[in-house]
Each structure stands twice: as C-alpha cells, then as structure tokens.
C-alpha cells in the first residue's frame, strides 16, 4: 500500500503541479489512527480519500521505482569511482556495467 504523500504527489502530477513541499503545500499529520492531511495549500482542489486512493497504482510503481534507483546509485559508486572505473576499463565496459545494473534492478 502505498504512502499519502506518495498518492498526493502523484495527484498533484496529475493536475499539473510538478512539485509538493510537504512542510509548506500540504501537511500531513498521524494521530494513531493513520496519516491524513491535516492543511492543504495547494492552488489545485483538496482531494478526497477515493481520489487519492485511484492513484494507489500508480503511486506503488513510484514507491517501486524509487527504490530501485536507490539501488542502482548505491551499485554505481561515487563519481570518482565511476571516473576510475572508465580510467582503468574503457567507456564500453563502464556502459555495459551501468546497463548490468539497470537490468539488475529494473523500473517499472
């Protein structure tokens, strides 16, 4: 199941608005019983709980791919260790190994 704040920015996404700061936009507030928004100050309509919940979809493959990209960052290494991985192999094997990578840990 995926967060709320991941449904609301995929809401947000979807009505036009690229980006959700969540201490000044929208606040969400956890008082036992689950997380709900407690203020929203976008300039798009407040959403209701059935139309978040149609972006659950779409927002567990964002929850996904996130995650595989945390992945993939952590397996590429620094800057500098990619610099002397091509340093040392040459720019097709560092492709090669960034596409090994990629294909270890696929996006939806």
């Known amino acids: 199941m995926a967060q709320l704040s991941t449904k609301i920015k995929e809401y947000a996404k979807a009505q036009g608005v690229a980006n959700v700061d969540f201490l000044k936009d929208v606040m969400l507030q956890d008082d036992g019983q689950g997380a709900y928004i407690k203020e929203w100050n976008l300039a798009i309509a407040k959403p209701s709980d059935e139309q978040l919940n149609a972006y659950e ?8 791919n996130a995650g ?10 620094s800057s500098a260790d990619q610099l002397a991985y091509i340093m040392e192999n040459g720019v097709d094997a560092f ?4 596409q090994a990578i990629k294909d270890k840990y696929p996006k939806k």
Do not use: L, P, W
Request: without cysteine; proline residues 0%.
């Open 68 to 77: 595989q990209i945390a992945k993939r960052v952590a397996e590429y290494g």
């Open 57 to 64: 979809a779409s927002a567990n493959d964002a929850e996904y």
């Open 95 to 98: 492709v090669a190994k960034q």
